[in-house]
């Protein structure tokens, strides 16, 4: 027998134990058995106050805890490596790479990883292999080198290939009729001999139209030559390119490409410009950019650093018309007379009815609205007066009306109706309750003859633009700020402007997607592969077999050739 312990080791076995299976029993022992305080357990046996917690719950949820089993020991030698040394040795003599020497022995039927094969080198003593140019390396599959974008190596020479952004050829016949290429020079966007401002704006569009998240992504996309034959080029720009170039557009000119998209499709019947619902977005920043101002993003239900935008969308057509990120602190309140300037000077007439929520403007400004001859409709903030007021009227003061709409929950509201002044303005007041929610909602308008079930019912499809914006993050994806390349924002969103607006339209063209967002329709008919036939006469593009294939040939789009000005005058014609 050993010498025995003295006293002291005796109980250093219990006070400092050995190993962590030990130490976690003494811990939990002192804790359980003893009394001992957590704190001072933890802090008795190493463990910091949290992570005891942590140990003591899933003790306390095992039922059955084992401290004191001896661990199987590991295998002593390698088989595989010690079998492959001798091939592995002689490969690397060879000045082969790890990744070569391991696909070398997968080929003779010995799995063997790159670290397995990188450890046998290290304890061998071979150093690393120092970096080798492109011809030295041994022939397998490597990174293509893409041709610089250029319209002057455009090339329309006859030939066949797939693309798997088949779908995108939909709409180059609205694109074609809306002359798509008058809005880059309406706007005088920049360009250059290699990449003119028409194809710029076009490769651009493409990558809102395919839905691709942030710019970088269009790295894998680069030699798909069915999306740089949409764009008018030999291939699609690089993402270095495409962030650079947004820098180059100011604000004057994106307003300029705004306008020049507005007269393109005035005879689309695109817009109705009936009414317009008006809203604000703001698309998170996660830099460290202490220019960018703290805005509330509503997804996130905080402020932080944002970049605010003011959007209208079109009521009837669902299609968003305008949008002016160019904002500062202090002029949100502003922005409502400069999307009435802009549609003034676009269509020629100030818009007729506008419908908003409380905060986008001052009671001083809609008095200015009124005075301008615009209807409005928007809410009007509850404070403790406002629903004291609500609280104190008797029950006799509240009518019950009907809101015919069928889809409703909540269809026979209680109003209470009055007449108010603000800010030297005579406007409507509405107590609206039962409505769906636990406040009253308090209306206000200067609209004198609509009956309040009609203003109700239109306030309530305001939603409309928080259904689109919810399409615009998600599939447009307008909050992807915080890119590797970052596009300029207020060009982003006009190129969401006109993306919307091209989804608006081919909607209307394919039954029963009239009110679809834009994230079904590209799954369901745009995100499908083609078939690409070039010829002397022009282009074929042949769509695969799917199950949404019907509305596109009751559409209209097959079989009707298009003049595509940007082909040097060949014809599209789309075929199944």
Known sequence: MSKPLTISQCREFFSVPGNARHRQYEALRAYFLENVPSALAAKRFGYTTTSFHVMCHQFRRNPNPEFFITPRRGPKSQPKKSASRDQIIAMRKLNRSIYEISQALKDQGVSLSTTAVMEVLRKEGFARLPRRL???????????????????????????????????????????????DRLARAAKLPGSSMIPAEHALRASLALKLWSIERKSHIMPLVADQGLALFAGLNVIPKRSFLSEYSHRIDHAKTTKLLAAWQESTAQSGLINGESFNLDFHSS?????????????????????????????????????????????????????????????????????????????????NLA??????????????????????????????????HLDVPTRKFQDPRIFEQKITLSGCPLRQLFIQDLGHEEPTILLTNDLDST???????????????????????????????SSVGMKVDFDMALMVLASGFY????????????????????????????????????????????????????????APVVVPWWGGKTLTLVV
């Not at 609500?390 to 509240?398: D, T």
């Open 452 to 482: 309040p079930a009609k203003l109700i019912t239109r306030y309530a499809q305001r939603m409309l633009i928080e259904n689109a914006l919810s399409d615009a993050v998600r599939f447009f994806h307008v909050n992807a700020l915080s």
């Open 134 to 180: 492109d011809e030295e390396r041994t022939p397998g599959p490597r990174p293509t080198v893409e041709d610089i974008a250029d319209v002057r190596s455009f090339s329309l020479e006859p030939k066949e290939f797939t693309t798997t952004c088949g779908g995108l050829f939909l709409f180059i016949p609205d694109m074609v009729r809306l002359a798509s």
């Open 504 to 559: 608006r339209i081919l909607a209307k063209r394919m039954r029963g997607y009239a009110d679809a967002q834009a994230r079904q329709i590209f799954r369901d008919l745009i995100q499908m592969p083609a078939n690409v036939t070039v010829t002397s006469t022009g282009v074929t593009v042949q769509f695969y077999r799917r199950a949404h294939l019907p509305l596109i040939i009751a559409s209209g789009l097959l079989n």
């Open 284 to 364: 998170p920043f996660f830099g460290e950019d202490p220019i960018i101002e703290r805005h509330f993003v509503a997804m996130r239900s905080r402020r932080q650093p944002s970049v605010l935008t003011f959007l209208a969308q079109d009521a009837a057509g669902h299609s968003f018309c305008y949008s002016n990120a160019d904002l500062r602190k202090g002029e949100e309140s502003d922005e409502i007379f400069q999307f009435i300037e802009f549609w003034k000077k676009a269509r020629g007439e100030t818009p007729k009815h506008l419908v908003f929520d409380s905060k986008l403007t001052t009671y001083a």
């Open 368 to 401: 200015k609205l009124n005075t301008m001859g615009i209807t409005f409709i928007t809410l009007r903030r509850r404070s403790p007066s406002l629903i004291k007021e609500i609280v104190n009227l008797p029950r006799s003061a509240w009518r019950t009306i």
